[in-house]
């Protein structure tokens, strides 16, 4: 092994990662692994499927941070640090190629031209955030198509949420200074705003225009409101507040997003692998994996510092083209923001700890009551869903000893099938799922539910066969005869009659709960496959309406919603719709109120 710094990559017997792991100095930090093994259990359990190991030398610490990073995302080695993070982030964006900007909810890529303020930590806490802007600053939140096909204000205008720039109902001056005074509150520049608010009040109040003044006192309110809730104490610029808090090997990182002084939030992260782990360096592997896809901001304030603070630092600064910090604050506000941080995490880990004891209690009820011969491991539930045979959608949740492994969780479009047919669809989607699985030579769950009786049993043993896949167990979950939760019949290969559980069975409340997650996640997908055909079908049943024009169409209106607001004249607005099929159109969308 080479004595520089750089990566290096231990594997098992089948070429699978099974730690990543970085050093300044690659051969004494693997001797160290193996001299480790005599005392430590973790580490003696790694070296003994170690059966390979690869190292990359990088030029510089920083460039072995990085690629440590990366490596560990890619392949999510068992013996790392892992953080289960696969969302990504909710931004407000501010557009800018418009006369008329508008604010939106933005989540993904941010290729458009414009200002992303965030990140947030949840959806909900970007949606509110909206809707408190709408009360105080009158910018249109609709997207640019409904935008341009407008006639007349819309619901927005009339309860005043919007300043109805679509029908010129405001000024393009007044409009664009509604958008600066925005901008300013999502910088956090509120004293700013405030003061110039209090001016232009006190100059209405002087010149006797007191329905303009008392706007003025009513936004001027308001923003202060929102100040206050928001604030941070001693608060400014742009700062993420990290503190992580471990207990019975157990480990939370809680982190708030503080960005021009507001607090917009805050989000609980539990990694894996953390047993054993001393804090410092669970939470220098929770920043490098965090930070990996997103901004950093030019300060982090963290509880403790990470193992490698100074290194990690240098990388993130050079990621971003800027100098960031990573700091624990000793002495004032910033301590007492950490502090807030950690109280967080404090409780977030206790009630993990909590649901964590009772969730090991349910998968051992479970093991207990269907006899398997050890706790499972990994489980996977099957539903299909449709309305009359149409649109059939097959769903496949996942959990694991931690609960629901959302990333894992799968749909499946039923393609080949009679409609209705729920056998068959859900013996193709068994076989789609677990041919899959056995090509790949994947992870086989220990136990798979398929919800329904002795029927979608008797196909997942067939489904089993002909894939000759063994040591899986089956189990068929149905409702009872009067469909009442808690009287669930359930069945298993080689029995002839279901059994039931206790209705106050920990085990029949764990089947509950991943049958009625598997019915949810089919449901939803098949509620959007089913929109989807019929809004294509839509246009498909009119004459003169081919692929082309029915593209224009959803283009120009944005989607069927807005197709069926239109006139016959907004209609013929379309690049080939004439007059004629404009009228066909219309009436289709109107006629007896189909559409």
Not at 303 to 326: D, F, G, H, W, Y
């Amino acid at each position: 092994m080479p004595t520089g710094p750089g990566v290096y990559r231990m594997e098992d017997a089948s070429g699978v990662v099974v730690y990543v792991g970085k050093a300044r100095n690659i051969r004494a930090r693997i001797r160290s692994h193996f001299q480790n093994a005599d005392t430590d259990p973790k580490a003696r359990a790694m070296v003994g499927q170690i059966a390979d190991i690869q190292a990359t030398l990088t030029h510089t610490e920083t460039e072995a941070l990085l690629l440590e990073s990366n490596l560990i995302k890619r392949h999510r080695p068992r013996y790392n640090v892992l953080l289960r993070d696969d969302k990504s982030y909710p931004y407000i964006f501010l557009s800018r190629n418009h006369d008329y900007p508008r604010l939106a909810f933005h989540r993904g890529p941010q290729k458009e031209k414009g200002r992303y303020f965030g990140p947030y930590p949840s959806a909900s806490a970007v949606r509110e955030t909206l809707k408190l802007m709408q009360r105080i600053f009158p910018v249109r939140q609709c997207e640019d198509t409904f935008f341009a096909n407008r006639t007349r204000p819309c619901l927005q205008y009339q309860i005043e949420r919007c300043s109805g720039p679509c029908t010129g109902e405001v000024g393009f001056g007044t409009y664009r200074e509604f958008v600066r005074q925005a901008e300013l509150f999502l910088d956090g520049r509120n004293e700013e705003l405030t003061n110039e608010l209090t001016e232009r009040m006190e100059a209405a109040s002087t010149n006797m225009r007191f329905e303009e003044a008392a706007r003025l006192r009513d936004q001027i309110r308001a923003i202060r409101r929102v100040q206050e809730n928001q604030h941070v104490s001693g608060g400014s610029g742009d700062h993420d507040v990290i503190a992580v808090r471990m207990e019975a090997g157990l480990a939370c990182v809680q982190v708030f997003f503080i960005r021009g002084g507001r607090n917009l939030g805050n989000r609980g992260f539990f990694p894996q692998h953390t047993e054993g782990v001393p804090p410092e360096e669970v939470l220098q592997a929770f920043l490098t994996q965090f930070y990996d896809d997103k901004p950093v901001p030019p300060s982090v304030v963290v509880n403790q510092p990470p193992a490698e603070q100074q290194a990690l630092a240098e990388a993130l600064s050079e990621r971003m083209e800027r100098k960031v910090t990573i700091t624990q604050p000793q002495r004032g506000e910033k301590r007492h923001w950490v502090a807030m941080a950690a109280h967080n995490a404090d409780n977030a880990l206790q009630r993990r700890v909590s649901e964590e004891a009772g969730l090991a209690e349910r998968y051992q009820a479970l093991t207990d009551a269907l006899g398997l011969e050890a706790v499972p491991e990994r489980m996977e539930c099957f539903d299909i869903s449709h309305t009359r045979g149409e649109g059939p959608v097959g769903s496949c949740v996942v959990f694991d000893r931690e609960g629901p492994r959302k990333s894992d969780y799968r749909r499946f479009n039923v393609r080949d099938v009679e409609p209705g047919d729920d056998y068959a669809a859900m013996e193709e989607v068994l076989t789609r799922r677990y041919g899959r699985l056995k090509r790949e030579e994947a992870q086989l769950p220990d136990l798979v539910i398929v919800d329904g009786g002795r029927g979608q049993l008797n196909v997942a043993e067939r489904a089993f066969e002909e894939l000759q896949i063994e040591g899986v167990e089956l189990l068929g979950v149905a409702k009872g005869p009067e469909r009442r939760p808690g009287e669930e019949d359930l069945w298993r290969p080689g029995k002839d009659r279901a059994f039931s559980l206790d209705p106050y069975s920990k085990a029949l409340h764990l089947l509950q709960q991943i049958r009625d997650e598997a019915h949810r996640f089919a449901v939803s997908g098949h509620r959007q496959r089913r929109s989807k055909i019929r809004r294509e079908s839509a246009l498909d049943g009119i004459p003169g309406v081919g692929g082309k024009r029915k593209k224009a169409l959803l283009h120009h209106f944005g989607g069927l919603k807005g197709i069926r607001a239109a006139g016959t004249e907004d209609l013929q607005k379309v690049e080939g719709i004439s007059r004629s099929l404009a009228e066909r159109i219309y009436a289709e969308f109107h006629a007896g109120g189909q559409g």
